[in-house]
């Protein structure tokens, strides 16, 4: 039975519709990744998952419980993780655990959180002294603090540097497993080709995509891309007459080429049977950023040639 | 979604041991601010135990209309603390955690975020108290008057209190940024000292400015604790006035405050 079931969901401001009819639902344990480009109404639909706006249409529920309720018991089942919430100054990593833990029936034990987040040393720390990274996974122990059902999670490695996003992200792989479900809001495609088991894409309120990660990449008609640097110059013409090739662009040194599954072998074999070796070779296979670029251009394409037969 | 005021209906429903560990939780945070409640406080507090000590200040005036300087002086004093502490620290402390979502934050769980405004209330409260003691007691062990009514005085003091509470509760829910809730929180301290009487005593004004001072919730407070302390029960008046401005600010603040 899902966790998480939201079906035909809305919110409108005013004239503007920001949540148009989303439909999904989420097993108990899955990593679910919401995705979306800026402003597609992620942040608001969790928001209204998360009991924290009321919707104007549809329904929610999580746990089996309807989150425009309010209730108690299902505050105490759901963790948030809010976009932009920051702590007092002055209060340490384990007195905001401490606190919080205090709040719910049944709290997960602060100093095992601690441990599993790798905050032990920062325990006394003030939040204001904490770096990015230890802010953010603070941040989630704060949202797993209840021993929740569900843990909805908004943005968490926006703004943080390559380091701090892996911390963030080891440690929710390591939550994997343990029976909570994980409802990630991102618009960050690594991410959830990294953690998530199944997503949604989300452009202008609706959802225009829901696969696997490796699906919806695998489902995109994205040319796979190579580059790389010739021993020697030679005539781009030579590339382009091959079937398996779309595209040559040359840019200094290096040349990228575009094309079907076997481009990549079909370039060498081409280059070698003139004498040219390949050099610096790098090949791409479409990823769920193209995937993902492709789907947000498609739908506003879409809508475009909408507004145009109107 | 108005919060506060679904929350004033479910206050049965508290949960006790989160409330005291917010309660602890900032106590300890206002202890490791201490800035802003020792400039509230120390000014105040020095003032009215230098004046208690001065026996000049303690003899009456023709001026004040009998009364010393210490006698009038007091009870500005006393009321200026619990204006300032209520004005400007907790229309602080509250925006700031707006701004900061930690009110926010706090609705995700299952204690609300009006568990924090009260702990708020009592930490303000108390620090206020606290000075109102020091005010009265430390004066009188110098050679100054005790208050001759204290029941009295104590019950203009907290009714006085609840109208600057309310006020500042007020405050912190019509400005979202913090700094224009401080600028404003000022404003309306130096306004509320001029009815008090800190630059013109309240016995000097023209008969229609102490009228007006009279419906003010600072020259209503303050002529009451001068009434108490000289042993008389405060006017009717003044304790109607006080209460009148408790309701309505409480009530506007429950009404406009936001988590976020």
């Not at chain 1, 401001?13 to 920001?18: K, L, N, Q, S, W």
């Not at chain 1, 802010?135 to 603090?145: G, N, P, W």
């Not at chain 1, 696997?212 to 790389?228: H, K």
Request: neutral net charge; hydrophobic residues 50%; contains cysteine.
């Amino acid at each position: 039975m899902p966790v998480i079931e939201v079906a035909d969901l809305r919110k409108v401001y005013g004239e503007r519709t920001v949540v148009d009819g989303v439909s999904f639902s989420v097993e108990q344990g899955e990593i679910f990744g919401v995705l979306g480009p800026n402003g597609a109404g992620k942040t608001t639909m969790v928001e209204c998952i998360g009991g924290l706006r009321r919707r104007d249409g549809g329904s929610i529920r999580v746990a089996g419980m309807d989150p425009a309720d309010e209730g108690v018991a299902f505050r105490s089942a759901l963790g948030i993780q809010l976009q932009e919430s920051r702590l007092p100054d002055k209060m340490s990593v384990e007195e905001a655990l401490n606190l919080y833990a205090s709040f719910y029936p049944e709290p997960h034990d602060p100093n095992v959180l601690l441990e599993r987040l790798g905050l032990v040393e920062q325990r006394r720390t003030y939040f204001a002294k904490l770096s990015g990274g230890q802010k953010q996974r603070l941040s989630v122990a704060l949202a797993l603090i209840g021993n929740p059902r569900v843990a909805i999670l908004d943005e968490l490695t926006t703004g943080l540097d390559p380091v701090a996003r892996r911390e963030v992200w080891d440690l929710l792989e390591d939550l994997r497993g343990t029976g909570v479900t994980l409802l990630l809001v991102s618009h960050f495609m690594e991410e959830a080709e990294r953690l998530c088991d199944r997503v949604i894409v989300i452009d202008h309120g609706r959802i225009i995509a829901a696969d696997t990660p490796e699906g919806l990449a695998a489902n995109v008609a994205a040319d796979q891309r190579m580059s790389f640097s010739p021993s020697t110059s030679f005539d781009l013409g030579i590339l382009e007459a091959l079937p398996d090739v779309h595209g040559v662009t040359a840019a200094g040194e290096r040349v990228t080429v575009t094309g079907t599954d076997n481009v990549a072998s079909a370039v060498i074999i081409a280059l070698h049977e003139r004498g040219i070796s390949v050099g610096r070779l790098r090949v791409d296979q479409p990823s769920l950023d193209d995937a993902f670029v492709a789907l947000t251009r498609e739908d506003v394409g879409a809508r475009t040639e909408g507004t145009v037969a109107r | 979604m108005s919060g506060l005021a679904t929350v004033v209906r479910r206050l049965p429903q508290t949960n006790w041991t989160a409330a005291r560990a917010m309660l602890r939780s900032e106590a300890r945070l206002l202890a490791r601010n201490p800035a802003v409640v020792i400039w509230t406080a120390i000014l105040p507090v020095a003032a009215s135990i230098i004046l208690g000590a001065i026996p000049g200040v303690r003899a009456p005036s023709h001026t004040l209309g009998g009364l010393s300087f210490f006698q009038v002086y007091q009870p500005i004093l006393v009321f200026f603390a619990i204006t300032l502490l209520a004005l400007q620290a907790l229309p602080d402390v509250l925006t700031r955690y707006r701004e900061m979502g930690v009110l926010k934050r706090l609705r995700t769980t299952p204690v609300s975020p009006a568990v924090l405004l009260c702990a708020q209330l009592v930490l303000i409260f108390a620090v206020a108290v606290g000075c109102m003691l020091l005010m009265v007691i430390v004066p009188a062990l110098v050679g100054a008057s005790w208050p001759r009514n204290p029941g009295g005085f104590l019950v203009t003091y907290l009714l006085g209190a609840w109208a600057m509470l309310g006020l500042g509760m007020l405050v912190a829910s019509l400005f979202h940024n913090a700094k224009v809730a401080a600028g404003f929180g000022s404003f309306l301290f130096f306004v509320l000292q001029f009815f008090a009487g800190l630059w013109w005593q309240r016995p000097e004004m023209p008969s229609w400015l102490r009228h007006v001072s009279d419906v003010t919730p600072s020259g209503a407070a303050v002529q009451g604790l001068v009434d108490t302390s000289l042993g008389h029960w405060p006017s009717t008046l003044h304790l109607v006035v006080l209460v009148v401005w408790g309701i309505v600010t409480s009530r506007l603040a429950v009404r406009f405050f936001s988590w976020e």
